[in-house]
């Protein structure tokens, strides 16, 4: 009965309107399980390939249907018959009939949406939540959500280098609060940039506020400006993913930041300045994806935050493992779409946890409903998460997902983040 009976795939639309690949899973016993491929607006160069037709006359060259024809044509066959609730076998399959690198044969996207689908079967032949099915523990806490709420990119005459501003009610009492505060914020934070810069706050490209300066601190600023209006200064603290990749120059070795190149250390000064005036729970991908060195220098130097690695790992286990000989994080980002299957997914968790480093499980800005990381962030019990601003369905699904879980699993409280701050 747990045998797998079919594999279907269609192309869909992510939350930005982009063609994705959706896959279901069906075993003997009429079990279901359905995934799907989102993608980032930033992306490393070592993730996993997202496989599209680069056919002009359909959606400007975005479409899936070759990713989706090489599940039908390629995968399915090969899957069906196999047991559901080897997920391991299930993944190492797909891996080596595709046989490269980093899964451009037959696509990242393919392989992880069926590699969901898979996971999301299994757990339906047990009768229990994906979350339960993927515990390695009791469930006891739901884990604190911080608030992309200001993007970094072009806006107007405005370019900010960093990509994303967020907020984190790490001092909120329950899920139901910290729900509240970040939507709060959110709300109030409109109107302090209107009231700074004379204009309407304008929706960036991750639906949150795109940033009225190129200056980092005034962003902060801003930001502090919003939570104190809102009486939060003590239950809110910020985080920072600067995405650096996406303003490296590898020629001449230098960063954007606030209309001027600077180095790596130049980089890390000011950042690590900015710590010391704001109290940031995590500051995420601060230098570029080959810039080991600068991550490990980091570590050093920025004592009162959490140094994170999302382009530099790609929750990939081999770069964890060169990030652990050389001291570059003390966590990475958990996407498993970036290496493109669930098994290995969790083997970096596992690597991570037992060398003491944290696992931040965040969506993709081209997310979907019913995102598998919201699974993985209540099974796996991290302390927080990343979200998206409190504005769109698919961001608005995952505060509704921890508030419903907090609500069926009465045992459970708020993560505390207090005890890893470093603040």
Not at 135 to 155: H, I
Not at 205 to 226: C, K, N, Q, T, W
Request: hydrophobic fraction near 40%; include cysteine; charged fraction near 25%.
């Amino acid at each position: 009965m747990t045998t797998i009976a079919s594999v279907h795939a269609r192309q869909i639309l992510d939350c930005k309107a982009r063609p994705m690949v959706e896959v279901e899973v069906t075993t003997a016993g009429s079990h279901r399980g359905r995934g799907a491929a989102p993608t980032g607006q930033s992306v490393g160069m070592y993730e996993s390939f997202v496989l599209r037709d680069n056919d002009p006359g359909e959606y400007r060259g975005l479409g899936v249907r070759k990713a989706v024809d090489n599940v039908n044509s390629v995968i399915a066959p090969a899957l069906q018959g196999m047991d559901i609730s080897d997920q391991s076998a299930l993944d190492r399959a797909m891996i080596d009939l595709d046989g490269t690198p980093n899964k451009s044969k037959l696509g990242g996207n393919a392989i992880y949406s069926v590699s969901v689908a898979c996971l999301r079967a299994a757990a339906a032949a047990t009768g229990r939540p994906v979350y339960e099915h993927i515990a390695r523990r009791e469930l006891t806490t739901v884990p604190v959500p911080s608030f992309n709420v200001v993007n970094g990119g072009k806006n107007g005459t405005v370019y900010q280098a960093f990509n994303e501003f967020l907020i984190m009610p790490y001092k909120a009492e329950t899920i139901g609060e910290a729900v509240e505060i970040g939507v709060e914020v959110f709300d109030r934070l409109s109107h302090v940039i209107e009231k700074r810069t004379g204009g309407p706050a304008a929706v960036a490209r991750s639906y949150g506020y795109a940033a009225p300066s190129a200056d980092p601190r005034a962003v902060m600023e801003i930001l502090a400006e919003a939570v104190d209006a809102c009486g939060y200064r003590e239950k809110v603290a910020y985080a920072l993913d600067c995405a650096s990749s996406e303003t490296y120059d590898s020629e001449t070795k230098t960063y954007e930041l606030a209309g001027k190149r600077v180095s790596s250390s130049e980089l890390i000064e000011f950042t690590k300045n900015l710590t010391e005036e704001f109290d940031f729970v995590f500051i995420e991908d601060l230098l570029d994806e080959n810039d080991w060195a600068g991550f490990s220098a980091a570590v050093r130097e920025l004592k009162r935050t959490i140094i994170l690695g999302d382009d530099l790992i790609v929750t990939n286990p081999a770069f964890l493992e060169r990030a652990i000989r050389e001291r570059a994080v003390d966590g990475f980002i958990l996407k498993p779409n970036q290496v493109g299957t669930i098994t290995e997914a969790l083997a970096t968790y596992d690597k991570a946890a037992a060398h003491g480093l944290l696992a931040v499980p965040s969506g993709r800005s081209g997310g979907v409903v019913d995102d598998i990381v919201m699974d993985l962030s209540l099974g796996l019990q991290v302390p927080f998460q990343k979200n998206g601003a409190p504005r769109s369905g698919e961001r608005i699904e995952k505060l509704n997902f921890l508030m419903r879980a907090a609500d069926l699993l009465r045992a459970t409280r708020l993560a505390d983040v207090q005890a890893i701050a470093r603040f």
